[in-house]
Protein backbone atom coordinates (compact mmCIF):
# COMPACT_ATOMS: atom_id res chain seq x y z
CA UNK A 1 0.00 0.00 0.00
CA UNK A 2 1.01 3.42 -0.47
CA UNK A 3 0.55 6.75 0.20
CA UNK A 4 -0.19 9.91 -1.82
CA UNK A 5 0.00 13.14 0.07
CA UNK A 6 -0.78 16.81 -1.87
CA UNK A 7 -2.04 19.92 -1.44
CA UNK A 8 0.70 21.74 0.30
CA UNK A 9 1.70 25.64 -0.58
CA UNK A 10 2.24 28.96 0.52
CA UNK A 11 -0.94 30.49 2.01
CA UNK A 12 -0.64 33.95 4.68
CA UNK A 13 -1.94 33.41 7.69
CA UNK A 14 -5.79 33.72 8.13
CA UNK A 15 -5.64 31.75 4.83
CA UNK A 16 -7.09 28.21 3.62
CA UNK A 17 -5.58 24.90 2.06
CA UNK A 18 -7.16 21.57 1.98
CA UNK A 19 -4.23 18.13 1.77
CA UNK A 20 -5.30 15.07 0.50
CA UNK A 21 -3.86 11.72 1.12
CA UNK A 22 -4.93 9.03 -1.37
CA UNK A 23 -3.73 5.33 -0.73
CA UNK A 24 -3.14 2.73 -3.61
CA UNK A 25 -2.29 -1.11 -3.66
CA UNK A 26 -3.93 -4.02 -4.90
CA UNK A 27 -6.21 -5.97 -2.67
CA UNK A 28 -6.42 -4.11 0.78
CA UNK A 29 -8.21 -2.10 3.15
CA UNK A 30 -7.84 1.03 5.37
CA UNK A 31 -8.02 1.35 9.34
CA UNK A 32 -7.34 4.19 10.46
CA UNK A 33 -5.64 7.45 8.81
CA UNK A 34 -3.80 10.14 9.76
CA UNK A 35 -2.39 13.79 9.72
CA UNK A 36 1.19 14.52 11.46
CA UNK A 37 3.06 17.77 11.09
CA UNK A 38 6.80 18.06 11.45
CA UNK A 39 8.17 21.75 11.62
CA UNK A 40 11.82 22.12 11.53
CA UNK A 41 13.82 21.43 14.63
CA UNK A 42 10.76 19.87 16.40
CA UNK A 43 9.90 16.40 16.79
CA UNK A 44 6.70 14.94 14.48
CA UNK A 45 3.40 15.18 15.93
CA UNK A 46 0.03 13.99 15.21
CA UNK A 47 -2.43 16.38 14.19
CA UNK A 48 -5.71 14.55 13.74
CA UNK A 49 -6.96 11.06 12.72
CA UNK A 50 -9.87 9.14 11.64
CA UNK A 51 -10.98 5.71 11.70
CA UNK A 52 -13.34 4.17 8.99
CA UNK A 53 -15.85 4.67 10.65
CA UNK A 54 -15.68 8.59 10.74
CA UNK A 55 -14.52 8.56 14.35
CA UNK A 56 -12.24 11.67 14.98
CA UNK A 57 -9.74 13.07 17.39
CA UNK A 58 -7.45 16.64 17.30
CA UNK A 59 -4.38 17.83 18.58
CA UNK A 60 -5.67 20.47 20.80
CA UNK A 61 -3.45 23.50 18.72
CA UNK A 62 -5.73 22.38 15.57
CA UNK A 63 -9.13 22.26 17.25
CA UNK A 64 -11.70 23.84 15.60
CA UNK A 65 -9.29 25.11 12.94
CA UNK A 66 -8.78 21.82 10.94
CA UNK A 67 -11.35 19.12 9.68
CA UNK A 68 -10.31 15.59 8.85
CA UNK A 69 -12.45 13.93 6.48
CA UNK A 70 -11.91 10.83 4.55
CA UNK A 71 -14.02 9.09 1.65
CA UNK A 72 -13.89 5.40 2.07
CA UNK A 73 -15.03 4.62 -1.74
CA UNK A 74 -11.81 6.75 -3.11
CA UNK A 75 -9.42 5.55 -0.03
CA UNK A 76 -8.56 8.82 0.31
CA UNK A 77 -8.28 11.21 3.29
CA UNK A 78 -8.23 15.06 3.66
CA UNK A 79 -7.55 17.42 6.09
CA UNK A 80 -9.16 21.12 6.04
CA UNK A 81 -6.92 24.00 7.42
CA UNK A 82 -9.08 26.85 8.20
CA UNK A 83 -7.53 30.45 9.63
CA UNK A 84 -3.68 28.93 9.53
CA UNK A 85 -1.12 30.36 11.48
CA UNK A 86 2.96 31.05 10.71
CA UNK A 87 3.03 28.38 13.47
CA UNK A 88 1.06 25.75 11.84
CA UNK A 89 4.36 25.65 9.15
CA UNK A 90 5.60 22.27 8.46
CA UNK A 91 6.13 19.22 6.48
CA UNK A 92 2.83 17.39 6.68
CA UNK A 93 2.73 13.50 6.57
CA UNK A 94 0.04 11.37 6.18
CA UNK A 95 -0.22 7.95 7.47
CA UNK A 96 -2.39 4.68 7.16
CA UNK A 97 -3.23 1.25 8.92
CA UNK A 98 -3.86 -0.89 6.71
CA UNK A 99 -4.78 -5.31 5.72
CA UNK A 100 -3.10 -6.35 2.97
CA UNK A 101 -4.52 -9.54 1.06
CA UNK A 102 -2.57 -11.88 -0.21
CA UNK A 103 -3.07 -14.27 -2.90
CA UNK A 104 -2.34 -17.28 -0.67
CA UNK A 105 -5.38 -15.67 1.66
CA UNK A 106 -2.97 -14.59 4.67
CA UNK A 107 -3.72 -10.79 5.63
CA UNK A 108 -0.48 -8.59 5.88
CA UNK A 109 -1.07 -5.54 8.44
CA UNK A 110 1.24 -2.58 8.01
CA UNK A 111 1.35 1.24 8.40
CA UNK A 112 2.11 3.55 5.25
CA UNK A 113 3.40 6.72 5.29
CA UNK A 114 2.80 9.32 2.51
CA UNK A 115 5.97 11.29 1.51
CA UNK A 116 4.91 14.56 3.22
CA UNK A 117 3.68 17.77 1.18
CA UNK A 118 4.98 21.46 2.59
CA UNK A 119 2.77 24.03 4.28
CA UNK A 120 4.43 27.10 4.81
CA UNK A 121 1.91 29.95 6.07
CA UNK A 122 3.24 33.64 5.90
CA UNK A 123 2.58 36.09 8.72
Known amino acids: VQLQASGGGLVQAGGSLRLSCEAS????????MEWYRQAPGKQRELVAD???????NYADFVKGRFTISRDNAKNTAYLQMNSLKSEDTAIYYC??????????????????WGQGTQVTVSS
Open 95 to 112: AADYRAYQHDDTVVVGRA
Open 25 to 32: GTRFSINA
Open 50 to 56: ITNSGSR
